[in-house]
């Protein structure tokens, strides 16, 4: 007979509330062993008695078959005495236990949900709210832990037989699916359109019906309400766009499934992976025919797509199909401009009702609002451009622990960072905080997260700007404070991302970021070594008539920079660039620079880019954030060769001065080169630029590892570019993946400053 042995396992990483107990409930089966399954403030814990070879096979196992949902971080045995079981069970969690364990983040609706409800004879056909241990609603619904239904948005809905059999089973997929539910139990939807309501299926088939006459409606998500519309219909587009006051704006997509998605767009194997994930996002894929959805992504290559993430979704899909409209409808979040996504149908009434005729909406509350995530893929990795639904709360793991901190972000897509032990829990992105609703957003959200967590930080990290509205929460709330520069801090998500211990410079290209003398940085490189930091080279400072509006009119960086780089003959022909813009506000501006009046310097790299897309002809005003760089890269064929930027070595540092690349693209555009000519000049030599640069630091101070980040680096080719010339030389190259490089990810390299106590070296 074989030995019986007893061991004890520790199983870390995402193991609650995907369906991992009844996995092991399973095993344990399967192998007949006898011992017990918990879940614990590690993880899960187990203890399993049997055959050695059984207990060997059942402990592969775990981490081989886990559930599509969970992640295994660790498994760690250690042997006991055999106690003579004979039975396998799965205890309660403890209720201290639990309370530090890990709130799963919302998964996308999996493919045996999806089966059950396309399926004619299941009592769940076409129910909008079919889930299991492996799908539905989690970090949205939940008010407190442990994560338990009580604690949820679920708590008034008392389960029927069937329901309460499956939740009780430990061989069901929906074994404490906490917010398991059906027909008979569960909730239901609601359609409120021109003063008649339905519910249930009616309401489904109503709202297929309106969407696809044109209608635009408000229709309630995981983690807030949708504004949606067919994406072929331009007055349907048009009317949205001149509520939402968003002439360009790029809309996402939802397309019925991944072949209705290679139809629009290219898409690689990364971004079909991120397509069909449980965090299903928003993937920016390449459209198929340039020029197409010019209603829902006027002027970009790239369109925003995601799949039906709810099974409220599919069912939409499904009637959308019967009806005879297989194409994409454009799911925008249901807000107004900036403010924070509506969650209610109050919310909707007050912030949308002039833009929705119809809402459709349902009797589960939101508890936590939260977007669509966006991801994109470059140089060989998804990447994300804003971290919300289906990534938060999940943990970023970090290579070193402490004190617990709070990271307030910057100003910009604000998302706030908590420190736990090694862990980075980053909020959901919240948005623009100059908007006051967002800073509301940011209060509350901190209130659910500091409940969740349960931890009390002592330290409270913010941008080093003076007039942030994150810098003056920061400074409304308890704790030391410390002010951490924008750029040093973009660098430092990077590092605290790939746990870099080791000495490394930073390349921050970007927007906007206040500088430690008091200007505005944006191409910053940064050295780093032994926790403190220096800046080691920028571009050349130049004055940006106007200040903040400078990123919206685009003319004004590029009549500094061109006004600079042609000097005294600037009169000559570079000025017929500027014949488009009203000569009132062109001679403003120049007296302006000539008074040095409202006319801060900076080194922005975004501007700059501005500015190009203004010469390229591309873009006058950008609506949008980067709107004229986007566009620009957009037309990037990469056949044209790099334009020329100057680098110089002042003060034990290098200055880069853009004027040739300026006088470059000035030139072709008024020969009448395409735009495109000029996009890949600036591309290139941008790239070029950052390699040389980046080269001639690390021959100063041997440092070869760099970090990229900051907004800029959401342009895939600068990053793509970049990124190989670095490592053709020899380099080791990081940037972001885990969290945005732009400001929505500042929060986490606030964080790990303090947390490793990081100076900056004067
Ligand atoms: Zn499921
Ligand atoms: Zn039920
Ligand atoms: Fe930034």
């Known amino acids: 007979m074989a030995p019986i042995v007893r061991k004890k396992i520790l199983v870390k990483g995402v193991v609650q509330g995907v369906g991992f107990r009844p996995h092991i409930y399973k095993l344990a089966a399967a ?51 055999p106690a003579g079981e004979k039975t396998f069970l799965i205890s309660k969690s403890g209720g201290k236990a639990a309370a530090a364990a890990i709130i799963p983040a919302d998964l996308a609706l999996c493919r ?130 001149a509520a939402k006051r968003r002439p360009h704006k790029p809309f996402a997509v939802m397309v019925p499934t991944l072949a209705a998605a290679r139809r629009l767009c290219r898409v690689s194997a990364i971004e079909a992976a991120a397509l069909t994930s449980s965090e299903a996002p928003v993937v920016m894929l390449r459209k198929r025919v340039p020029g197409s959805f010019s209603g829902a992504a006027p002027a970009l290559a790239k369109l925003g797509v995601m799949l039906p993430y709810t099974p409220l979704h599919a069912a939409l899909f499904r009637l959308l199909e019967e009806k005879g409209f297989t194409g994409a409808l454009v799911m925008t979040s249901g807000n107004f401009r900036d403010e924070p996504i509506c969650k209610s149908p ?40 804003r971290r919300a639904r289906g990534y938060v709360p999940s943990a970023v793991k970090l290579s070193a622990s402490g004190a617990s901190v709070l990271a307030c972000g910057a100003d910009l897509k604000n998302t706030f960072c908590l420190t736990r032990g090694a862990e980075a829990f980053l909020s959901q992105h919240i948005g623009d905080l100059s908007e006051p609703l967002n800073q509301e957003y940011f209060r509350e959200t901190l209130v659910n997260f500091r409940r969740l967590l349960k931890v009390s930080p002592g330290a409270v990290v913010h941008d080093l700007h003076p007039d942030y509205a994150s810098s003056a929460i920061a400074r409304s709330l308890p704790g030391r404070k410390t002010a951490v520069q924008h750029h040093a801090a973009h660098a430092l998500s990077v590092a605290a991302e790939h746990g870099l211990e080791g000495p490394f410079i930073g390349l921050a290209f970007d927007g906007t970021g206040y500088g430690t003398d008091g200007k505005i940085w944006g191409s910053e490189f940064l050295v780093f070594r032994d926790r403190t930091w220096r800046r080691g080279a920028h571009l050349k400072y130049f004055r940006l008539p106007g200040g903040d509006a400078g990123a919206f009119e685009t003319w004004r960086p590029a009549l500094a920079l061109v006004r600079a780089a042609f000097g005294g003959g600037w009169r000559g022909a570079a000025v017929r660039l500027f014949s488009g813009v009203p000569a009132a506000k062109t001679r403003t501006a120049e007296r302006m620079l000539e008074a040095g009046l ?128 670095l490592e053709r030389r020899g380099f080791k190259v990081y940037a972001n993946r885990l969290v945005p490089a732009n400001d929505g990810g500042l929060a986490l390299g606030q964080a790990w400053y303090a947390l490793k106590g990081y100076n900056q070296m004067m």
């Open 31 to 81: 192998h007949a062993l006898a011992g017990w399954v918990k879940n614990d403030a590690a993880g899960v814990t187990i203890e399993a008695e049997g055959s050695s070879s059984g207990v060997e096979r059942f402990i592969r196992e775990i981490t081989l078959k886990k559930p599509a949902a969970a992640r295994v971080d660790s498994v760690l045995v250690s042997a006991l005495a």
């Open 112 to 241: 045996d949900c999806l089966r059950d409800m396309t399926d004619p004879a299941d009592r769940r056909y076409l129910y909008p709210f079919t889930n299991c241990t492996n799908c539905g609603p989690r970090f949205t619904i939940v008010k407190s832990v442990p994560y338990d239904r009580p604690a949820t948005t679920m708590a008034a809905f008392k389960m029927c037989p069937a329901c309460r059999g499956e939740y009780a089973d430990p061989l069901d997929r929906r074994f404490h699916a906490q917010p398991n539910a059906c027909p008979v139990c569960g909730p239901a939807v609601r359609l409120e359109a021109g003063g008649r309501s339905f519910s249930g299926l009616p309401a489904l088939e109503r709202t297929a019906q309106l969407l696809i006459a044109g209608g635009i409606g408000a229709l309630q998500s995981l983690g807030g309400f949708h504004l949606a519309c067919r994406a072929d219909s331009p007055a349907a587009l048009r009317k949205l766009r």
């Open 346 to 385: 109050q919310e909707v009434r007050i912030a949308l009702g002039g833009t929705a005729s119809f809402t459709l909406w349902h009797d589960r509350p939101i508890h936590n609002r939260v977007d669509d995530s966006v991801a994109f893929e470059a140089a060989g990795e998804l990447r994300l451009a």
């Open 598 to 725: 409202n006319c801060p310097e900076t080194s922005s790299l975004g501007r700059l880019f501005d500015a190009f897309s203004f010469i390229s002809g591309v873009r006058g005003e950008n609506t949008y954030e980067a709107q004229g760089p986007m566009e620009l890269e957009s037309l990037y064929t990469g056949r044209g060769a790099a334009y020329r930027f100057e680098i110089s070595e002042e003060g034990g540092g290098y200055i880069i001065d853009p004027a040739p690349a300026l006088r470059a693209a000035a030139r072709d555009r008024l020969s009448g080169k395409p735009a495109a000519r000029i996009a890949d000049g600036v591309h290139k030599g941008a790239a070029a630029m950052a390699v040389e640069t980046a080269a001639r630091l690390s021959g100063d101070n041997g440092i070869k590892t760099f970090c990229l980040s900051g907004g800029v680096f959401q342009n895939r080719t600068l990053l793509e570019l970049i990124t190989a010339g």
